[in-house]
């Protein structure tokens, strides 16, 4: 934290609203974080503190919504559908801030893209009958939660499943069908959920992406619409993780 801190400005937030999360989520579901002590699944476990801890992960996408910046936050999102948590993720984050962005702010249309390595299937859950939401992915294929295979595709969410060994070179060349999507789209703003586990030394995939490969990528979505923010999901090597994200921060800054 300390390398980023020292690089970009840095704000705390506040928790998101229960509210907020209702746009996005049932109340079995809010309740079952709430009160759970223990494991929801395999990969998704509640503690005392963890309902907090979600709540200020969904506030600040929400803060970066509205700073057009990037929420550094855990836990993750893109995993968690509308009445279900799962794979490490309790609320979908960048859901929630996509119709915290229409409700507060006025906006009528938003675009989601999701780089992460495993495909965002609790976003594509709860936006894909969203006309006003397009959700795209680029992820490993196959692989966790083995939704977002190449027929898996609709009015307003695009799937674009990729083989191991990508890398670089594949993640741009796929960019084009992201960047044709968003553009026809034409989103008031774009959000996208940023994971760095596609990243080479990541133990979790083997995409094998490089930091200026997070680099460039960041930098074609800053100029895909008239505003734009990020939110963390996944990344599972804390030792390259404040790199990449470092890496993606720079992209964003120098828009094309």
């Known amino acids: 934290m300390t390398v980023l801190q020292d690089r970009f400005p840095f704000v705390e937030c506040t928790p998101a609203g229960e509210d907020d999360l209702r746009r996005c989520h049932t109340e079995r579901l809010l309740e079952q974080v709430r009160t759970t002590r223990g494991w929801i699944d395999g990969d998704t476990i509640c503690t005392d503190t963890t309902y907090d801890a979600a709540l200020l992960a969904a506030g600040a996408a929400i803060e970066a919504v509205r700073r057009e910046g990037f929420a550094l936050a855990r836990p993750p999102g893109h995993h968690a559908e509308r009445d279900r948590a799962m794979g490490f993720c309790l609320f979908d984050n960048i859901a929630v801030a996509a119709r915290w962005a229409q409700a507060e702010l006025g906006l009528d249309r938003v675009a989601i893209v999701d780089w992460d390595v495993h495909h965002g299937n609790g976003t594509q859950d709860i936006v894909a009958e969203d006309p006003t939401i397009l959700f795209v992915s680029l992820h490993q294929w196959p692989l966790y939660p083995g939704t977002g295979g190449p027929d898996e595709q609709g009015e307003t969410f695009v799937n674009l499943p990729l083989p191991p060994g990508t890398g670089d070179d594949g993640s741009l060349e796929a960019w084009a069908t992201v960047e044709r999507s968003v553009?026809?789209?034409?989103?008031?703003?774009?959000?996208?959920?940023?994971?760095?586990?596609?990243?080479?030394?990541?133990p979790l995939a083997d995409m094998e992406v490089t930091a200026e490969g997070f680099a460039e990528l960041a930098r074609r979505a800053a100029a895909l619409a008239p505003r734009v923010a990020a939110v963390l999901d996944g990344g599972y090597n804390l030792?390259?993780?404040?790199?990449?994200?470092?890496?993606?921060?720079?992209?964003?800054?120098n828009r094309a």
């Open 183 to 202: 553009r026809r789209f034409e989103p008031e703003l774009l959000l996208v959920s940023a994971g760095f586990d596609a990243h080479a030394d990541d």
């Open 239 to 253: 030792r390259t993780l404040p790199d990449l994200v470092g890496a993606a921060l720079g992209g964003f800054e």
